[in-house]
């Protein structure tokens, strides 16, 4: 069970690292083994971070808005400038959006849909060579953070959001098809409620959203890590193409 599990000697680079679902994912990692770069838009935020993590193994920076092609193409060149493969992605930086129909934005759709969905392909893409070079002695991979907002439809009115979650879903079927021939296993998970900065009414209010969650309860950080490890371990390997959700029941309570 602990080789299943273990992380000894993987290198990850997890986007959106700095706080909320990223951080956990990478405070995990850490926990079991492996060499965490973190990358965030905010350079401060993401440094800072990366010093708090630093005490449970080797955590480093880079900071980077990967919101467009030029920007993950950036990441994944200073990435390269420190690490020759990379065992690990996480696309977990993202972005929300909520607005009435009649009024939603351009800038609302653009925004959400191009951090959330075309950032993944992108800086998967970038970082294509690294990976298969990871991948030459045991399996890659590329976990896309999508939602249960992808899954199941919400009472919000957060269109883009919705509509790049469940693009991510298929996406990462798409690509798990392809990279899957290169010895790199693509797979995906959706949170549910977890306390972020995005997910504020979790975070502040958590007690009245655990009220409509059939568990009883939001996630906690091993809720996540636990999932996140699982897919990026050995124990992994053979989950090709599937988003895994992690949300206490809700998906199936708005059905």
Same mark, same amino acid.
């Given at each position: ?32 083994? #492996? ?24 955590? !480093?920076?880079?900071?980077? /808005? ?19 493969? +990379?065992?690990? +992605? ?14 939603? &934005? ?5 925004? =959400? =849909? /191009? ?6 392909? !992108? ?7 690294? +990976? ?42 798409? $690509? #798990? +098809? ?8 693509? &797979? ?15 975070? /502040?209010?958590? /007690? ?15 809720? $996540? ?6 897919? #990026? ?11 895994? =959700? =992690?949300?206490?029941?809700?998906? !199936?309570?708005?059905?």
């Amino acid at each position: 069970m602990k080789h299943l599990f273990s992380l000894e000697g993987r290198t990850a680079l997890v986007t959106g690292g700095s706080r909320g679902i990223g951080r956990m994912i990478a405070k995990g990692f850490l926990t079991h083994g #492996a060499r965490v770069y973190i990358s965030s838009r905010k350079a401060a935020a993401c440094e800072e971070t990366a010093a708090e993590l630093s005490a449970i193994g080797p955590c !480093f920076a880079l900071p980077a /808005d990967v919101s467009t092609v030029e920007g993950a193409r950036g990441l994944a060149a200073a990435y390269s400038a420190k690490q020759a493969s +990379l065992d690990i +992605l996480v696309n977990n930086a993202g972005a929300a959006w909520g607005e009435d129909f009649d009024s939603f &934005s351009e800038k609302g759709w653009d925004k =959400v =849909v /191009d951090l959330n969905l075309k950032s993944p392909f !992108f800086l998967t893409q970038a970082l294509h060579e690294a +990976l298969r070079a990871a991948a030459k002695t045991r399996p890659a991979k590329v976990i896309n953070i999508a939602s249960i907002d992808g899954i199941a439809v919400n009472p919000w009115e957060t269109y883009s959001y919705a509509a790049s979650k469940a693009g991510l879903v298929h996406l990462t079927k798409r $690509m #798990a +098809l392809r990279l899957i021939r290169d010895n790199i296993v693509v &797979s995906g998970i959706a949170p549910g409620a977890f306390a972020s900065e995005m997910n504020r009414q979790a975070r /502040d209010h958590g /007690d009245e959203v655990a009220r409509h969650v059939p568990a009883g309860r939001i996630g906690t950080d091993e809720d $996540m890590t636990g999932v996140a490890i699982y897919l #990026a371990a050995r124990a992994g390997d053979y989950v090709v193409g599937h988003t895994v =959700v =992690v949300d206490g029941g809700v998906s !199936f309570a708005r059905v």
